[in-house]
């Protein structure tokens, strides 16, 4: 093949499975990818994947093809990594990315430090539920409440994340609640972060086979807590933030998690990295009590 693309277009079909998550990460439409891959396919005179099922299976041929575009694309991207590493500007973009939570209701403070203080740097804030491959630069800097960092990373834990027990007060009024939780409705996680430790909690309050209303995120739980439609456990930088919810008790001990700023090893020379970073790292340990739990507000709790 001349184009050297198209090593890498066949790898990204192999490791996704599907044109759909090829193109994706190609940033090309589907159309243009099924194109592409017959294309391909015509000029080698070999078919390089057979689909079955909706799933697009790598041949003897497909599978080679593939390894090549894996390591051209390793090795393209550890050059990059180490050439943004030798950059002694603090100017630039920077992509961090995090869950929405965090993005919501603590990265502010922190966009509003790198301006003042970085003019220069541009933040891009990416959301999503699992960690962003830092490896292939899809981001610069990982935000993320975790008891273990993945081992690639490094970083710096800037506190603790407490979780509690959440009502509206529409729903819980102003009385005190039965000591049997399980009484009350629920709102919790769905089976997608089934690893999560409040689904754990939970299931031992009450099955979760029987929780009335599951939803894929936080930000989903919070807001059908905060319209009265049952008891939530949340992160107390959420739910402590609302006057209309009520905080039910202390942080869950076995729900705390640690908030980890993390980067890769190879970017740490970078200074438009580290710039942010080290105001990550000082903003988010400024807010440490808020993140806790911790408050002086007694009138709010349960």
């Known amino acids: ?31 243009t990818a099924f194109r592409r891959l017959g294309r391909i396919q015509a000029r080698l005179g070999v078919r390089l994947f057979e689909r079955h099922s909706g799933r697009y299976t790598p041949t003897a041929a497909g599978e080679e093809l593939a390894r090549l575009g894996a390591t051209m694309e390793a090795q393209a991207t550890e050059s990059l990594r180490r050439l943004a590493g030798q950059d002694l500007r603090p100017a630039g973009t920077v992509r961090i990315t995090t869950t929405e939570s965090i ?6 403070p922190v966009a509003y430090a790198c301006r003042r203080e970085h003019p220069a740097i541009h933040l891009q804030i990416v959301t999503a539920n699992e960690i962003y491959n830092l490896s292939k630069r899809d981001a610069d800097i990982a935000v993320r409440p975790t008891l ?17 027990v959440y009502g509206a007060r529409k729903y819980v009024g102003r009385g005190r609640i039965a000591p049997d939780l399980s009484h009350h409705c629920w709102i919790a996680l769905d089976d997608s972060l089934s690893q999560t430790a409040s689904l754990r909690w939970l ?9 009335e209303l599951r939803v894929n995120s936080f930000p989903g739980i919070y807001h ?12 107390c930088f959420i739910g402590d933030a609302d ?16 908030l980890w700023v993390l980067t890769h090893p190879d970017l740490r020379g970078t200074v438009r990295v580290q710039a942010v970073f080290d105001v990550l790292q000082r903003e988010l340990k400024r807010q440490a009590p808020r993140l806790a739990g911790q408050r002086s507000d007694t009138r709010r709790r349960g």
Not at 203 to 211: A, E, G, H, M, Y
Not at 224 to 235: D, E, I, M, W
């Open 243 to 258: 006057p209309d919810l009520r905080r039910l008790g202390e942080p869950i001990p076995e729900c705390e998690a640690a």
């Open 148 to 164: 273990r960092p993945p081992d690639h990373l490094i970083g710096h834990r800037t506190g603790s994340v407490g979780l509690a």
């Open 224 to 235: 059908a807590c905060r319209s009265g439609l049952g008891l939530a456990v949340l992160p």
């Open 103 to 108: 993005a919501g209701h603590l990265i502010g």
């Open 1 to 31: 093949m001349k184009d050297l693309n198209d090593f890498r277009f066949v790898a990204a079909v192999a490791e996704s499975g599907s044109l759909a998550g090829a193109a994706r990460r190609l940033q090309v439409d589907h159309a």
């Open 203 to 211: 299931d031992k309050i009450k099955s979760l086979d029987t929780v």
